[in-house]
RNA sequence: GGACCGGUAGUUCAGUUGGUUAGAACGCUGCCCUGUCAAGGCAGAGGUCACGAGUUCGAGCCUCGUCCGGUCCGCCA
């Protein structure tokens, strides 16, 4: 027999019954009714339940074992009678009459219960995360993640795509997030930065012919951290294509998307295309750029018609170049006066002046907003808002950027405290036309609002005739259920596109020169249209499992503050070490 | 860097208007129990009420400060 198991805890069968067998794994539960003992030992199978009786010699020591001790136990398998069998259990029908045992790793008392699973502190969860991750929950999510990024893989490659790796120590770049930095041994003084993405580094693959480039990769950027965001490290599913265009990156990314989503979950996903959402349009509507479409509610703009209403406040708003945006929320005109009086209080909480809003009951249009408004005003607001009887519709009068901020954010607390989002559904959708640059509030100068690498739609020419700010970006984000999964563009691969929309960021040519020497000599020789995305592979797997946290899909996470309690991570290093490195420590002032 | 919420037994939590000896459940220890599967019953151990100062006759509860944790804003090209 061998010499830990013949069986994982989650193979024997009724027709298993009557072979002796072995089996091992952990205390996982006990039930001991003074003659019979019931012992579930668990491995990361399953369970099986193990008896031992009365005439059994160790039946005191294994019954006063602590839980978590690792055990291996010889037996019989035997059939548990109808009553007795477990149908929750997937070796429920069979149990193993034990002959002999053995402890194969004895075990403490545990900080807090693997089970049942209940809810233990985080950092202590962090600091005993091998055991947290026998929790049930925690061990499927990784298990799931193994899958997620398996499947992921497989269909990459079969779309015809070549998985890479590149350098984890490399430079650091000027833009974007904080950089971790790697002392260089060898020249004292220099650094390696790890890579925040692998960005420069698929493009100039593209620019070596390889076409569809992948990679699983690590990210690293020294920012704080979310619940939707990993402090320091994360993963993505990096892509890159050469000769496409942004529909056929679309294209790929849906098919992908759609079939990681049907393969692992039952609940339903967008099926392909996405919803295109032109940025602006979802600023309006939806008051961000990364939507939660399962909220059945969108932003209408009402500028036009408070400025001419008799409504003093929204008016002057609107002379003095601000917005009015109404929130039209369907059948709760009688919800009670403390809902609104607590949104109002909400809205001033995420700094909107006010909240005025218009009930459409039974005999009249009411609200606080009511006696300003003429009969005309409030059937333009109707038929724009598209609400009628039950229906209410909210105000909100600010400057653009606020207004953007304030709405979306009622219509996020609408949808929650309302219950009305489905949440049996993914909803995806892209964010198209993102703008290419956008005014530093400061100077008034034109800056670039997300990716420089982006090509400008349009092309050279819109850079030299258009007005900056009315110029887009091949530059798009794809969204489910209001989480941000990635961001992408068709890159800017042409030398004097490239310095034209520097120069209007205000850099010139040996800055771009300086910043990013390997692409744009690349570019030199013959770069392909190309264009890529980076799916977030933690988001991915945080929302098939359904989970609120990115922590719960990683198997050793970082706490909020970038510690890893586990190993101790960052700790001071030795003077030898630092030396070795030409580093000394002082305190800044 | 900022805002909000929280910190009471190993764990999850309750703790009334500030008032006698700070409670429950799970876990742990002991005993009873031969069919449970979140087993059940009886008994027991287990507390610097995060820390410090203050108000008060009296503080787990009120005030201030500190520390720790979480969530959000900033940040994340």
Known sequence: MHEYRTHTCNQLRKADNGSTIKISGWIHNRRDHGGVLFIDVRDHYGITQVVVY??????????????????????????RS?????PKMETGEIEIKASSFTILGPAEPVPFPVFPEEIAPEDMRLKHRYLDLRRSKLHQNIILRSKVISSMRKRMIDFGFTEFQTPILTSSSPEGARDYLVPSRVHPGS??????????????????????????????????????????????????????????????????LHGIFSEFSTMQATP???????????????????PDLRIPIEIRDVSDI????????????????GVVRAIPVKNIASQPRSFFDKLVEYAQSIGSKGLAYLVWSEEKVKGPLAKFLSDDNMK??????????????????????EANKISGDLRTKLGNDLNIIDKSIFKFCWIVDFPMFELDPETQKPVFSHNPFSMPQGGLEALLSQDPLTILAYQYDIVCNGIELSSGAIRNHRPDVMYKAFEIAGYDKSVVDAKFPALIQAFRYGAPPHG?????????????????NIREV???????????????????????QLKELSIRVTPIA
């Open 82 to 86: 109808a009553e007795n069998s477990n």
């Open 380 to 401: 333009n607001i109707a038929s724009r808002c598209d609400v009628g009887l039950g229906d209410v519709v909210f105000f909100v009068a600010a400057q653009e950027h």
């Open 532 to 548: 890529g995305i980076a799916p977030g592979v933690d988001r991915i797997v945080m929302l098939l499992a359904g989970e609120q």
């Open 191 to 256: 650094f390696y930065a790890l890579p925040q993405a692998p960005q420069q580094f698929k493009q100039l693959l593209m620019c070596s012919g390889f076409d569809r480039y992948f990679q699983i990769a690590p990210c690293f950027r020294d920012e704080d951290a979310r619940a939707d965001r990993s402090p320091g490290e994360f993963y993505q599913l990096d892509i890159e294509m050469s000769f496409v265009t942004q529909e056929d990156i679309f294209k790929t990314l849906e098919e992908l």
């Open 306 to 321: 408070f400025a001419t209403a008799d409504f003093k406040a929204f008016k002057e708003t609107v002379e003095s170049k």
């Open 272 to 290: 392909p295309p996405f919803p295109r959402i032109p940025y602006r349009q979802s600023m309006l509507k939806y008051g961000c750029d990364k």
């Open 54 to 79: 009365p005439e059994a010699p160790f039946q005191y020591e294994i019954g006063h074992l602590p839980k978590e001790t690792v055990v291996s136990f010889v037996g019989v398998v035997m059939l």
């Open 554 to 576: 990683i198997a050793f996470p970082m706490n909020q503050k970038a510690q890893d309690l586990l190993m101790n991570a960052p700790s001071p290093v030795t003077d030898k």
